[in-house]
């Protein structure tokens, strides 16, 4: 059974830094795109960061490019995202996805199969 289990999520104040983790299992972890998208009250899904375990590439949305980091430990199955200068705008339910498209990662959002129930970040202002 394929499951993906976020945790991290929390209060943080503008400017504050959070770490994301999402363990996965039930499937070979280095034959997918790893990935986070997001989703903020009355907002569209937005995907967010995509890792390709495999060989270590990454992709970040415009909005979170240079501020978040994604990274994985393909020993453990997992992923993580690491989210600095957050900003109120931050403020949304982060899910970790799995995606089968593991070729273009800017596309993964369009390749997600799975995903975890989510974790809650909420940056103060």
């Known amino acids: 059974e394929v499951q993906l289990v976020e945790s991290g999520g929390g209060l943080v104040q503008a400017g504050g830094s959070l770490r994301l983790s999402c363990a996965a299992s039930?499937?070979?972890?280095?034959?997918?795109?790893i990935g986070w998208f997001r989703q903020a009250p009355g907002k569209e899904r937005e995907g967010v960061s995509c890792?390709?375990?495999?060989?270590?590439?990454?992709y970040y949305g415009d909005s979170v490019k240079g501020r978040f980091t994604i990274s994985s430990d393909n020993a453990k199955n997992t992923v993580y995202l690491q989210m600095n200068s957050l900003k109120p705008e931050d403020t949304a339910v982060y899910y970790c996805?799995?995606?089968?498209?593991?070729?273009?990662?800017?596309?993964?959002?369009?390749?997600?199969?799975?995903w975890g129930k989510g974790t809650l970040v909420t940056v103060s202002s």
């Open positions: 039930g499937f070979t972890f280095e034959d997918y795109a």
């Open positions: 996805a799995r995606s089968t498209n593991n070729y273009d990662l800017s596309k993964f959002y369009y390749g997600m199969d799975y």
């Open positions: 890792i390709r375990s495999s060989d270590g590439s990454t």
